[in-house]
């Protein structure tokens, strides 16, 4: 296909000149001047009165909460945690191929094109659930690296003392959903990364040890086994809140990160998500070893972790992506507005606004970036060479009128209403705004009817999350108001 009449998206000079693309089996061919020369077979798509940008890249979400919008108010991390049982564990494969794609058409209607899915089952996702999902981002046209999380300590034994706080009388209600053998999860992830049915261009394999507190130094150092050997990324929640921070150097001795490198985890290959409580001595860890970190600033705020510090993760060399995190905690799977996050959580760490994050720096981390950490090499940038993920944003948008500075439009105007067309692989998935395999009308049914279905199930899980709120709650508090050499929080402690 030739795609002619339509701006092209310049970071360099923050401008969007006209450009036409030229596009052969999924890949692109050439990007050149207007009446650039194409085969007489080659199909004409006309993007007059639109911008093209390279699909959004997601550094980290979590797929199977796609169901669970909206559904907690005024919920920390340590909350959310509690709570998670009650939210997913009662999942059948079926419903998390469709809690899955839900998310997958919102990302492609809100141009984002790819992204990485940390998805969990208790104790760990099977075999066939994975294929599911994997399934799920294939049927809606996406592509993805999907990754089981994999964690052998429970949430109340993963952070020091907590479990000493249960009550009796609750302590058997927060062991049923505890640890499993390290040796099941690591075995079920050997036979998928050998058996994976699904194109691993598309749809690939990652590991996710969970998060380091909740995995024991056998299953990480495994984890790290496994992902050289099949070659794929390893993710991994470090240092997402205060709790995690303090917690790891009771147990380490050390930070989550300087516990990870002597374990021979960080590499190329390895993304941290969120990064909130990291400080320069593990930022130059994850920087020496090529690391990546996926920030989630809106996550972060929403949940009261704190506010990452991004332009120090830049400065000394980490590569820097972008991510929503889950519909539980940003409610939504829009990219757009994590730019936008990223850029204003940016803004209030200081008043030198040399050091805020600039509106190119921050699309870079939603594209390339993102590439980085997924491990594809080929998706980011609209260039020769490179897969055709395109995003078509209509410039008739009020986002749009008048069109200054199209770089920081996209990050502090486009509000994911703009996107008109989007093109994965060299083929539409969205075209005048709909998807074009997915019935919303059709999806809205099937997913109220599996809401309606999971509030029934998920009752008594729901109330012991209830019951224990205050308990974990008040507890992880404490340990958030304990002493640690640096600080994430926006306003200090006690106010």
């Known amino acids: 296909m030739i795609i002619r009449g ?35 077979t080659a199909e004409a798509i006309d993007a007059a009165g639109l911008l093209r940008h ?22 920390s991390l340590e909350l959310l945690l509690v709570n998670a049982p009650a939210m997913i564990a009662q999942h059948s494969a079926e ?43 294939i049927d809606a046209g996406m592509r993805a690296v999907v990754a089981p999380s994999l964690a052998d300590r429970s949430f109340y034994k993963a952070i020091p003392g907590l479990l ?32 994976w049915p699904h194109e691993r261009d598309r749809v690939s394999l990652g590991i996710a040890p969970v998060i380091p507190l909740h995995c024991s ?27 995690q921070a303090v917690s790891s150097l009771t147990a380490y001795g050390n930070t989550m990160t300087a516990h990870l490198d002597s374990l021979g985890l960080l590499g190329p290959n390895f993304t941290v998500a969120h990064g909130v409580w990291l400080d320069d001595d593990d930022m130059r860890r994850l920087a020496d070893n090529g690391s990546s970190v996926a920030h989630c600033a809106g996550s972060n705020m929403r949940l009261g972790c704190g506010i990452a510090d991004a332009r120090r993760m830049i400065e000394l060399g980490v590569n820097l992506a972008i991510g929503t995190d889950s519909a539980n905690c940003s409610d939504n799977q829009n ?57 078509f944003i209509d410039l008739n948008s009020t986002n749009w009128m008048p069109l200054n500075d199209p770089a920081n439009q996209l990050v502090l105007a486009e509000d994911g209403t703009g996107p008109k067309h989007v093109i994965v692989n060299g083929a539409f998935v969205v075209k ?57 929080y926006a306003a200090p402690l006690g106010q």
């Open 6 to 40: 339509g701006r092209l998206l310049d970071l360099e000079t923050r401008a969007a000149p006209f450009q036409d693309i030229l596009v052969a089996d999924g890949r692109i061919i050439q990007v050149g001047n207007p009446g650039l020369d194409a085969p007489a």
């Open 54 to 75: 390279p699909g959004l890249v997601k550094a980290h979400t979590h797929g199977m909460f796609n169901l669970c919008k909206g559904m907690s108010d005024r919920s």
């Open 95 to 137: 419903m998390k191929h469709l809690s899955t794609y839900l998310g997958a058409v919102e990302m492609l209607m809100k141009g984002c094109t790819a992204c990485c899915d940390l998805t969990f089952g208790f104790p760990f996702a099977t075999i066939d659930e994975m294929v599911a999902i994997g399934q799920a981002y």
């Open 164 to 195: 000493d706080h249960i009550p009796s009388s609750l302590k058997a209600a927060t062991a049923q959903h505890g640890s499993s053998s390290p040796h099941d999860g690591i075995r079920m992830m050997g036979q998928l990364l050998r058996d």
């Open 217 to 243: 130094d056998g299953l990480m150092t495994d984890c790290a086994d496994l992902a050289r050997e099949y070659a794929v990324v390893l993710h991994s929640h470090v240092a997402e809140s205060k709790v």
């Open 335 to 391: 990219m757009y507005e994590a730019m936008r996050y990223a850029s204003m959580a940016s803004n209030v760490r200081g008043p030198d606004y040399r050091r805020w994050l600039s509106s190119p720096e921050i699309i870079r981390a939603a594209t390339q970036g993102g590439a980085y950490a997924l491990g594809f090499g080929d998706i980011g940038k609209i260039a020769p060479g490179y897969r055709a993920d395109i995003v």
């Open 432 to 488: 005048d705004r709909r998807h074009r395999s997915c019935n919303l009308e059709d999806l809205s049914v099937r997913v109220e009817a599996a809401r309606e279905r999971l509030m029934e199930l998920t009752l008594p899980a729901r109330n012991v999350g209830a019951a224990l709120e205050k308990i974990v709650g008040d507890f992880c508090i404490g340990l958030a108001r304990r002493h640690y050499h640096i600080e994430r």
